[in-house]
């Protein structure tokens, strides 16, 4: 009985938060729909509001530069770009996983469009983190074997 009135009470209890839907009831507007006495509202699209001038530079120029040296870590990265209106070039650099050091020169323009020269040089100097387990000593005890022969 008591698993009875648990199941009525979730089910009026999930009509009333308008999570099953009651029978709808239309109005002269179409825009509002009733669900268990809550009212939906539609919104309305405000007019977007823009600049009524559009900044341009006909010619952009910007330079920027980072590092990265972590020792803890090992994390080595860097990148240096430059734009000249249509001209852009730069550089940037990383360790791969494998022990290299990726070095990217690249170069845009409206003539040749995008070139990447990739150098990939060994690094000696690159701490390789290798995890050891100390060897468990273990005992060896002679197995006995049995020998069956069929005839």
Request: proline share 7%; net charge negative.
């Amino acid at each position: 009985m008591a698993f009875k009135f648990l199941a009525v009470l979730a089910l009026v209890s999930a009509a009333s938060a308008g999570v099953l839907p009651v029978q709808q009831v239309y109005h002269a507007a179409p825009a509002v729909a009733t669900y268990a006495h809550a009212p939906v509202a539609v919104a309305h699209a405000q007019p977007v509001l823009t600049k009524a001038t559009e900044e341009y530079d006909p010619h952009p120029q910007y330079k920027f530069a980072y590092d990265v040296q972590d020792s803890l870590s090992g994390d080595s990265k860097s990148q240096v770009e430059e734009r000249d209106g249509d001209v852009v070039h730069g550089e940037y650099s990383l360790i791969d996983s494998d022990g290299f050091k990726r070095i990217v020169q690249y170069t845009s323009d409206p003539v040749n469009g995008f070139n990447a020269v990739v150098n990939r040089v060994p690094l000696d100097h690159v701490k390789t983190v290798v995890k050891t387990v100390a060897p468990v000593a273990v005992a060896a005890a002679p197995i006995p074997v049995a020998y069956h022969q069929h005839h």
